[in-house]
């Protein structure tokens, strides 16, 4: 029973990890359709910013602090810089878009070689997320307790802005149908920028969040790009309800078969069962509905 409760624990940790990346892509992969890659990239950037702030504060827990809003603001202004520099002219041609942010992602991966090296670099953590709590014979990292807060935190805050917010509601309406909302005197174009800002910033945070669990280099964000862009599919597009579930049903059934198998058999069960789910519901677990004629 307390191997099952630690496994279950470690896979929900996993699952909040892919939440925080896959926020940002169910939110911009919903209501604009860009296939963005260079989303890791945007991860890369808030886990470099954490690195360049704890030069400068030498107080790890503070610097981790300052790092969150700062990395969803650098993150943020490189996603709306993307969007209106090359996106927006790209949002009838979905294969195009896919080619363009993966020449971008290339090239941001080069550019942080140049300024901070190809070796991984490392941040320290703040010494209360360094241990454990045990309660009775199960243990919790604390660094994993706080990514799993910081996640919920983010889907708390995503759904507020979306549900009573006059910038959720011109969201909402642009994903339903965006021609009508075009007439009914919504700036479209706006609001895509501001959505992939927000989007670009959530990738920037879970960068942050992820200093504390690995190593800070210019490739990271593309070992977790494939496992968001599943997350984002099999939860249904644009479904934020759907992207939680998957990304903790994915972290659990992956946490399971790491312990019973090897990472490797893990990655590839885990593929086979998402074909498999998508063969019997192309959809996703959830459908958006809209107003659309199309």
């Known amino acids: 029973m307390t191997v099952v409760l630690n496994q279950s624990f470690t896979g929900i940790s996993i699952g909040a990890v892919l939440l925080l990346i896959a926020l940002g892509l169910t939110l911009t992969f919903g209501q604009m359709g860009v296939i963005n890659m260079a989303h890791g990239e945007f991860i890369m950037a808030g886990a470099y910013t ?3 702030l704890q030069k400068s ?13 700062l990395a969803f603001l650098v993150a943020g202004a490189m996603g709306a810089l993307l969007e209106w520099l ?3 002219r790209l949002y009838t041609r979905p294969l195009d878009t896919l080619l363009v942010t993966w020449g971008v992602s290339l090239m941001l991966q080069q550019l942080a070689r140049d300024v901070f090296g190809a070796p991984n670099v490392q941040t320290a953590a703040p010494d209360l997320l360094t241990g454990n709590i ?5 243990t919790f990292a604390n660094n994993r307790l706080f990514i799993l807060g910081l996640a919920l935190l983010c889907v708390l805050g995503l759904t507020l802005v979306l549900r ?8 909402r309406a642009v994903v339903q149908n965006r021609d009508l909302a075009e007439v009914s005197g919504i700036a479209t174009g706006q609001v895509d920028r501001i959505t992939f800002f927000i989007g670009s910033g959530l990738a920037g945070v879970a960068g942050v969040a992820l200093t504390l669990v690995g190593p800070i280099g210019p490739t990271m964000g593309t070992n977790y790009i494939v496992d968001a862009f599943l997350v984002v599919v099999v939860g249904g597009i644009g479904q934020l309800k759907g992207a939680v579930i998957t990304a903790f049903a994915l972290g659990v059934l992956q946490s399971v078969l790491e312990y019973s198998t090897t990472v490797s058999v893990a990655k590839v069960v885990v593929l086979v069962a998402i074909v498999a789910f998508l063969q ?8 958006l509905r809209t107003r659309s004629l199309a």
């Open 164 to 171: 009573f917010t006059p910038l959720g509601r011109r969201i």
């Open 50 to 52: 954490t690195y360049v």
């Open 57 to 69: 504060i030498s107080s790890a827990g503070v610097s981790l602090l300052v790092a969150l809003p």
């Open 134 to 138: 045990s309660a009775g014979s199960v």
């Open 86 to 88: 090359l996106i927006r």
């Open 280 to 287: 019997w519901r192309p959809q996703g677990l959830y459908t």
